[in-house]
């Protein structure tokens, strides 16, 4: 399922708590994004469309809330990055962040631990 980024937004604050109505998300973007309510309710839209969300009726407003985890988005998303950019290889994908400078000791240091538990089986 391809969810665009203004999309994921949204779906960001339903992840967070849902089920929420357009107006609720609007406010909870409302320190972030610039955006009118409307563009919320269209986003939504899209994503009921999609089949990421789903509407359930509240009296006169609807109620939205999250059809697919953020766990198996975030999944798929990294799958395909992985394989569009570095054919499905995480080596590489690390290679170009460290030959430009994009990592920190803190990265550094998260790596070298992940590599030592995927080592002693814990992964």
């Known amino acids: 399922m391809q969810i665009s980024e203004a999309e994921s937004v949204v779906m960001d604050i339903l992840w967070a708590r849902s089920p929420l109505g357009a107006d609720e998300v609007a406010a909870a973007l409302a320190d972030r994004r610039d955006w009118q309510e409307a563009t919320i309710k269209t986003l939504l839209n899209r994503l009921l469309n999609k089949g990421a969300v789903e509407a359930v009726r509240d009296g006169r407003r609807y109620l939205y809330s999250p059809k697919i985890r953020r766990e198996d988005w975030v999944l798929e998303e990294s799958r395909g990055l992985l394989e569009r950019l570095f054919d499905g290889r995480v080596a590489p994908l ?3 962040f ?3 400078r994009k990592l920190s000791r803190k990265d550094i240091a998260e790596l070298r ?3 030592e538990e995927i080592d002693d089986g814990k992964q």
């Open 98 to 100: 460290s030959a430009h």
């Open 94 to 96: 690390v290679a170009h």
């Open 113 to 115: 631990k992940l590599l």
